[in-house]
């Protein structure tokens, strides 16, 4: 069994097309397609049912797709181990970001880790806090900036806290609170909201914030985006929280101080596994120490502030 095989049947897989793959994997068909075949004889099961309209997984195939990526993953992290060792980092980075992470200027802070690290494979992937957390644990992602109400830790990952900020009203600019200098949850009850969708880290933030003072509100609206919320609130359609240090990226809405504001906290995960060479050397970039005891990280001596808008 050799690694070449094992890239062409991810490709395979995750293309659902032999033509496909082999142009992916920079090869002629009839190499690719022969490789995969000598692979299903010395494992004695097919792999991929083809037809001539389609192809896809076997039972055998499904359950060999999760072991040949790990292997792959495997291959790819050694390779970046002993790059680092002689003082190169390589291989890849995935980060993972929610729509309204501050504590760091994540485009800012990955510009700078490609002009030092030139040889590494950059990806993002923008999820909610417990989605990127669980792919932090699975090893999909290497990082990840996530945001948490301050009775909730990240679990099953290593992480450390980045910053601490308590949250705003949006509304719209004719709302009658528009002209306000501050206000409170009472007041906001009353109103409409737009939210996360219920169960999700950031809409706990506010949920736990209203229970404890003792009031009921209506989410009008669950939306998975600042972007999306801020345009829905800009339409006078309802009220939002957010926190204070994202909110000067969205326009067309009127920030309020909230006086009995919900606190959120931002982190930073990798896996609690180890880091990667390219994890390491990026949690560099942003200021986080490499000791598992180290003291709190100064993300804002680094790459910080908001990202751009």
């Known amino acids: 069994m050799e690694l070449q095989q094992l890239r062409y049947v991810v490709a395979v897989a995750e293309t659902n097309s032999f033509t496909r793959a082999a142009q992916r994997c920079l090869v002629v068909q009839s190499a690719l397609s022969h490789q995969i075949a000598r692979l299903e004889r010395e494992l004695g099961a097919r792999l991929f049912e083809r037809t001539?309209?389609?192809?896809?997984?076997?039972?055998?195939?499904?359950?060999?797709?999760?072991?040949?990526?790990?292997?792959?993953?495997?291959?790819?992290?050694?390779?970046?181990?002993?790059?680092?060792a002689v003082g190169e980092v390589r291989g890849r980075l995935t980060v993972g970001v929610i729509s309204t992470v501050a504590a760091v200027d994540v485009p800012r802070a990955l510009?700078?880790?490609?002009?030092?690290?030139?040889?590494?494979?950059?990806?993002?992937?923008?999820?909610?806090s417990e989605e990127l957390v669980e792919q932090v644990a699975r090893g999909t992602l290497d990082v990840a900036f996530l945001g948490l109400p301050p009775t909730a830790r990240p679990q099953g990952v290593a992480s450390r806290e980045l910053a601490r900020d308590r949250l705003v009203a949006l509304?719209?600019?004719?709302?009658?609170?528009?002209?306000?200098?501050?206000?409170d949850l009472r007041r906001l009850a009353s109103e409409p909201f737009v939210d996360l969708p219920a169960g999700s880290a950031g809409r706990a933030e506010s949920d736990e914030a209203?229970?404890?003072?003792?009031?009921?509100?209506?989410?009008?609206y669950e939306v998975t985006t600042a972007y999306l919320t801020a345009r829905l609130v800009e339409q006078g359609l309802g009220v939002a929280l957010?926190?204070?240090?994202?909110?000067?990226q969205l326009t067309g809405v009127v920030p309020i101080e909230v006086r009995d504001a919900p606190v959120r906290v931002e982190h930073v995960a990798w896996s609690r596994d180890g880091r990667t060479p390219a994890a390491t050397a990026f949690l560099d970039v942003?200021?986080?120490?490499?000791?598992?005891?180290?003291?709190?990280?100064?993300a804002r001596d680094r790459i910080a502030g908001p990202a751009p808008g």
């Open 242 to 248: 957010v926190p204070s240090a994202h909110a000067p």
């Open 286 to 298: 942003i200021g986080v120490p490499p000791e598992p005891d180290g003291l709190r990280p100064r």
């Open 52 to 84: 001539s309209r389609r192809v896809r997984l076997t039972p055998a195939g499904a359950a060999f797709l999760p072991a040949a990526r790990q292997c792959l993953d495997a291959a790819e992290r050694a390779a970046a181990e002993v790059a680092a």
């Open 210 to 220: 209203f229970a404890a003072a003792g009031l009921d509100r209506e989410v009008a």
């Open 111 to 128: 510009r700078a880790f490609r002009e030092r690290h030139p040889h590494v494979r950059v990806g993002v992937r923008a999820g909610r």
């Open 171 to 183: 509304v719209a600019p004719d709302h009658p609170l528009a002209a306000e200098s501050w206000v």
